[in-house]
């Protein structure tokens, strides 16, 4: 997206304009500039002093131009023999307009690059549009040496100025480049056709769904496939995906992987908790089960064993792990007990407590004691 500065006018049926002859640059401080630029009407010892560059000559307005410091426009000024700026106008991209004028060659390198550029990206997007190449345009190297009459091979900052200005292009994924040619991945969104209808709102979780799957360039019959999948799934089912996927707790090796993967079963079988650490996990059991955790025992300690147990990770969304992980007759949770701190199984501690009265307390039965049980609705 390109930005200026611009004066508009209301209603104007067309525009006019005067040519004119920059006599001289006045380079102000950014807080003189913007002064002079709020107050135009009030007399400056500048323009008293630079009269003689500024009038009407030979059809043609003289004037100066006046800059300011870190500032992206300048002013015009005609003073017509007054001591403020009877009559001035909007210069908009000073720094560009000044360097193409001091030098030349510049400004004929920046035109050659841009004609470069866009040269790549017509022949690119034709490409893309024939999908020859499964979601990338491939351009040979030597072509585009041979139709601008430049050797790349010499002019290594040039070439890699022409990358750097093709990759500000929004539709590009990633650029490479081999012995001979230049290799444009798009982006899934721009794989799209066109003509295709489509649900706009897709194209967002469609990229961010294939990011958290860290898939970097599908094809275009890939993007196709997937996007009828999510317009068929749940926007809710969709969320979730993303959080497991970027979880790292699965495992996508392309597409048609991730297609299975976003199945309703699938999704299903991971359970996100909103907790961002054990405390909150372990509080999150106390609040739901209540008598899931027994007498002695912290939430955070419960949470941490939850974590031990459930080899779960705690993500920007929350506490997630995977459900079948856990088999409630084996629990680890429900077969465990804290001892100095530490987890220890109830067969070890009864067994221990034979030699030590304080164990579970004194004179504490050992029917008494309650195994750690998780249990509930999943979400």
């Not at 913007?34 to 009030?42: G, I």
């Not at 990759?167 to 480049?177: A, K, M, P, T």
């Not at 089912?237 to 079963?265: C, H, W, Y």
Request: aromatic share 10%; glycine share 6%; with cysteine.
């Amino acid at each position: 997206m390109l930005t200026t500065q611009a004066f508009f006018e209301r209603k104007v049926n067309a525009i006019k304009y005067s040519d004119c002859v920059i006599g001289k640059v006045i380079k102000l401080s950014s807080e003189e500039f913007d002064s002079f630029s709020n107050n135009l009407l009030r007399d400056r010892d500048f323009i008293r002093d630079n009269a003689e560059f500024m009038g009407y000559v030979d059809g043609k307005i003289r004037c100066l131009l006046v800059t300011g410091e870190n500032r992206q426009h300048g002013i015009l000024v005609d003073s017509s023999g007054y001591d403020y700026a009877r009559y001035s106008a909007l210069l908009p991209n000073v720094d560009s307009f000044l360097t193409a004028g001091r030098y030349p060659l510049i400004a004929e390198l920046n035109k050659k690059l841009v004609d470069i550029v866009d040269y790549i990206a017509e022949l690119a997007v034709a490409d893309r549009e024939k999908d020859l190449n499964e979601g990338q345009s491939i351009i040979d190297i030597e072509d585009l040496e041979n139709k601008f009459n430049i050797d790349f091979g010499i002019n290594h900052d040039l070439f890699d100025a022409i990358i750097n200005m093709f990759e500000e292009y929004e539709d590009i994924g990633q650029i490479e480049v081999d012995d001979s040619d230049l290799i444009i991945h798009w982006k899934p969104s721009h794989l799209i056709d066109t003509d295709i209808e489509l649900n706009a709102e897709l194209l967002s979780p469609l990229e961010e769904i294939l990011e958290a799957a860290n898939i970097k360039h599908p094809s275009l019959g890939e993007v196709f496939e997937l996007t009828k999948v999510l317009i068929d799934t749940d926007d809710f089912m969709v969320e979730k995906a993303k959080a497991i996927l970027s979880s790292g707790l699965v495992s996508i090796a392309d597409v048609p992987t991730l297609i299975d993967f976003l199945d309703e079963d699938n999704i299903y079988r991971f359970k996100i908790i909103n907790a961002n650490n054990t405390t909150e996990l372990g509080q999150y059991w106390v609040d739901e089960m209540p008598d899931a955790v027994p007498e002695g025992m912290t939430a955070e300690e419960y949470g941490r064993l939850c974590v031990i147990e459930e080899k779960g990770v705690f993500t920007k969304w929350g506490y997630i792990y995977e459900r079948e992980c856990v088999n409630d007759e084996t629990s680890f949770k429900a077969n465990m007990i804290i001892h100095d701190g530490e987890f220890i199984s109830v067969k070890k501690a009864i067994e221990q407590s034979k030699g030590e009265s304080n164990l579970f307390g004194n004179n504490r039965k050992q029917d008494k004691v309650k195994h750690i049980n998780k249990g509930g609705d999943a979400l």
